[in-house]
């Protein structure tokens, strides 16, 4: 009897080393997606994604990197996630609010004071907590955070030196609403638009304005229809490598530990790459737009943490609330 166990447990032993053995020869191939150009920040990281991915799983996960919206826009990429449809998305932070309010204040404005404290929040227990209630509302996984540049406002008619010169002023905002939410309180009159429909929203004045880092201005060519640059410096709006619930059950377990660990070492790429190009785009936009330093204080002041809606919950209370302990 006791050989018979020992032989049945050597079997079994064979056999789930089989199942490993054939789970790593399968073969994947899945589709991501981003809104910026090929060029952009987001793209090669993304492209490093999946590179990182290839290189640890010996070929056998390929990842499409598809840029510029070539998929959809990022709201419709958010809602492929959930159900299934799309693979793998470069999804803002600012997208997960409509699903999972409190996430908001990951975006809050002036929530961040530099690129190093943007690094500790996105790496604290905090994000990890949103992390986890992202996946939980919307089975969405938010494999790494991604720092971006901090965002300045381009405007076509008159400059803005202050808050008081946003009172009316239509800015084009993305379809977010922790965005719609901050530029209320800043008095203008925000306009949710695709990013792929910003040019031409300018161009014919259905916005006056557009909120976004100067890489992306640069990268859409938005320095074209724009003729200020003021540095406000109002929200720096974190990114996520995100992958649908479905595409992740697909692959064995050790391909989904290859995919997390290629997505943190491409967060980290992703912030010095962030911090160079945005000092070439800034300089770069210098020779082509009216730069403006504004008054900063003035933008503080017109925020009120506690009377954004998206936030108000105990559990939103709360995460700010341990949010702005980090130092």
Same mark, same amino acid.
């Given at each position: 009897m006791k050989l018979m166990k020992s032989a049945l447990a050597s079997l079994a032993a064979v056999g789930l080393m089989c199942g490993v053995a054939q789970a790593a020869d399968q073969k994947f191939t899945f589709n991501l997606s981003d809104q910026m150009a090929a060029d952009h &920040? $987001?793209? @090669?990281? +993304?492209? *490093?994604?999946?590179? @990182?991915?290839?290189?640890? &799983?010996?070929?056998?996960?390929i990842i499409k990197v598809f840029p510029s919206g070539a998929l959809g826009g990022e709201k419709d990429n958010t809602a492929s996630l959930k159900s299934g449809m799309l693979d793998f998305g470069i999804i803002a932070v600012e997208q997960y609010?409509?699903?999972?309010?409190? /996430?908001? !204040?990951?975006?809050?404005? %002036?929530?961040?004071?530099? %690129?190093?404290?943007?690094?500790?929040? @996105? !790496? /604290?227990? =905090?994000? *990890?907590?949103?992390?986890?209630m992202i996946a939980e509302k919307t089975t969405i996984h938010v494999l790494a955070f991604l720092p971006m540049a901090f965002r300045q406002m381009f405007t076509v008619d008159n400059p803005i030196n202050s808050a008081a010169d946003l009172? #009316?002023?239509?800015? *084009? =905002?993305?379809? /977010?609403?922790i965005y719609v939410a901050a530029f209320k309180q800043f008095g203008a009159v925000p306009t949710p638009l +695709?990013? #792929?429909e910003v040019y031409a929203a300018l161009q014919t004045g259905v916005a006056?304005?557009?909120?976004? &880092?100067?890489?992306?201005?640069l990268t859409a060519s938005l320095q074209e229809v724009t003729k200020y640059m003021s540095l406000s410096n109002h929200i720096e709006g974190p990114s996520t490598?995100?992958?649908?619930?479905?595409?992740?059950?697909? $692959?064995p377990v050790q391909y989904q530990a290859a995919l997390v660990a290629a997505a943190a070492e491409a967060a980290k790429y992703d912030l010095t790459l962030t911090i160079a190009r945005d000092n070439e785009a800034r300089d770069k936009l210098k020779d082509k737009l009216t730069v403006v330093q504004p008054d900063i204080a003035s933008f503080k002041n017109a925020i009120r943490y506690d009377q954004i809606e998206l936030i108000s /919950?105990?559990?939103?209370?709360?995460?700010v609330k341990r949010l702005l302990a980090i130092q």
């Open positions: &920040t $987001v793209t @090669l990281v +993304a492209q *490093r994604f999946a590179d @990182l991915v290839k290189e640890k &799983t010996n070929g056998n996960v609010p409509s699903f999972v309010p409190e /996430s908001a !204040a990951l975006v809050l404005p %002036y929530l961040y004071k530099d %690129y190093d404290h943007v690094a500790k929040v @996105l !790496a /604290s227990d =905090v994000a *990890r907590d949103i992390q986890g009172k #009316g002023v239509k800015m *084009r =905002v993305p379809e /977010s609403p +695709a990013w #792929g006056k304005g557009v909120e976004n &880092t100067p890489e992306g201005i490598i995100s992958m649908s619930d479905k595409a992740f059950k697909k $692959v /919950s105990d559990k939103g209370k709360d995460l």
